[in-house]
């Protein structure tokens, strides 16, 4: 089977953009990303948990020895953790730069004190969405808690597949991976005492195997009905597209209210991506179009990872040394996020696609790929 899931891809780059305007608004002062939709747009970082267990089921359902989990495991870690690391060192370039900096000019936050020698030691083995004693907050990347939680997700998946596979019980996966997300979502619960998907460094993992999950056995349901829903008319997939997107928008937007209740939003997510994976209407067709929506996806990583740097650095030149106001960002907003555009473009070719294992091994794979 070749699928292509062009649209899940362009989500990616939309929804890590707006997950770019989410931080950004912590500088802000202007109803343009001030606003509910904007202030709970961490929740499509739910979202990329549940599209990269759909599109990993897709390739890597059918492991079954140590030699195919180990080429797994070295694949993802190779896609993930270059970017991670070079981006992590910045971090602690700057840091140290600070002090550097403070001789000549006044420094806000000298010492920031959950950038320590404990926080860099569990960002730099990617333990950084678990628990630790004496972490109180995120720290560094402030976005790599996420990685951290995706590589906990694809050792789980990993280690559970072949088990699947090895003990033969393949028809019954579905009941495993079901199980899997009622284990994480009540040990969530467990050590904090709600649904809420608001953990990061504290039980985020959890959080992220959850949506993987999810996300796997969305794939399974979309490989189990495409039989039937596929021959479906466009128009009938053109209003299930519509209401997947005006619902999840809505419930998004008054996440305030409905945060509690996470299960709400890995339902949603679960059900639009079911949806936009057969690509059959209207909306799917229009988002196709623009080259830049392609673009975007494709860059959708390198944009998660590096923009709370970007962030950083500008709100410093722009609101701090140029001293122009917050609500300055009611177009500085288009500028930032052109250099975030801009930056992420060289550490896709340079970084990304340099340590890309199944870029170099078989010849181009398609770089949507997680």
């Known amino acids: 089977?070749?699928?292509?899931?062009e649209v899940?891809?362009?989500?990616?780059?939309?929804?890590?953009?707006?997950?770019?305007?989410?931080?950004?608004?912590?500088?802000?002062?202007?109803?343009?990303?001030?606003?509910?939709?904007?202030?709970?747009?961490?929740l499509f970082v739910d979202f990329f948990f549940v599209l990269s267990g759909f599109v990993i089921a897709y390739s890597y359902q059918f492991i079954s020895t140590g030699s195919q989990l180990g080429k797994f495991f070295k694949k993802r870690f190779f896609r993930l953790y270059p970017l991670h690391f070079i981006v992590l060192l910045l971090f602690v370039g700057i840091e140290l730069s600070k002090h550097f900096a403070a001789q000549y000019v006044t420094v806000n936050q000298l010492d920031n004190q959950h950038n320590n020698a404990t926080t860099f030691l569990?960002?730099?083995?990617l333990l950084n969405s678990v628990k630790l004693p004496g972490v109180h907050d995120v720290s560094w990347?402030?976005?790599?808690?996420?990685?951290?939680?995706?590589?906990?997700?694809?050792?789980?998946?990993?280690?559970?597949?072949?088990?699947?596979?090895?003990?033969?019980?393949?028809?019954?996966?579905?009941?495993?991976?079901?199980?899997?997300?009622?284990?994480?979502?009540?040990?969530?619960?467990?050590?904090t005492g709600t649904f809420e998907l608001t953990r990061s460094f504290d039980y985020g993992f959890l959080r992220g195997i959850t949506g993987f999950f999810m996300g796997v056995l969305c794939f399974n349901t979309f490989t189990a009905t495409k039989k039937w829903l596929k021959p479906l008319p466009?128009?009938?997939?053109?209003f299930f597209e519509a209401i997947a997107l005006a619902v999840?928008?809505?419930?998004?937007?008054?996440?305030?209210t409905?945060?509690?209740?996470?299960?709400?939003?890995?339902?949603?997510?679960?059900?639009?991506?079911?949806?936009?994976?057969f690509e059959k209407g209207i909306l799917s067709a229009w988002l196709k179009k623009p080259a830049i929506l392609h673009e975007t996806g494709k860059l959708s990583y390198s944009i998660y990872?590096?923009?709370?740097?970007?962030?950083?650095?500008?709100?410093?030149?722009?609101?701090?040394?140029?001293?122009?106001?917050?609500?300055?960002?009611?177009?500085?907003?288009?500028?930032?996020?052109?250099?975030?555009?801009?930056?992420?473009?060289?550490?896709?070719?340079?970084?990304e696609m340099r340590f890309n294992l199944a870029n170099k091994t078989e010849g181009k794979k398609a770089w949507w790929l997680w």
């Open 1 to 5: 089977m070749k699928e292509r899931f």
């Open 8 to 42: 899940l891809d362009i989500f990616r780059g939309i929804f890590s953009s707006l997950v770019v305007f989410f931080h950004m608004s912590a500088f802000s002062e202007t109803p343009v990303i001030n606003n509910e939709f904007v202030y709970n747009a961490d």
């Open 122 to 125: 569990s960002n730099l083995f």
């Open 141 to 191: 990347n402030i976005a790599s808690w996420s990685i951290s939680a995706e590589m906990i997700a694809y050792f789980v998946f990993g280690i559970a597949v072949m088990l699947i596979n090895v003990t033969k019980i393949a028809a019954a996966r579905n009941v495993v991976y079901v199980l899997i997300v009622i284990a994480a979502f009540s040990s969530l619960y467990y050590f």
């Open 234 to 238: 466009n128009s009938l997939f053109s």
């Open 248 to 256: 999840t928008f809505t419930f998004v937007w008054y996440g305030d």
């Open 258 to 277: 409905f945060k509690a209740h996470g299960y709400i939003y890995e339902a949603l997510f679960f059900i639009t991506i079911l949806i936009f994976a």
């Open 305 to 351: 990872m590096i923009h709370t740097l970007v962030l950083s650095l500008f709100n410093v030149v722009f609101i701090r040394v140029l001293k122009l106001p917050p609500s300055a960002y009611a177009y500085l907003f288009v500028v930032n996020y052109l250099i975030v555009f801009w930056l992420a473009r060289r550490t896709f070719k340079y970084i």
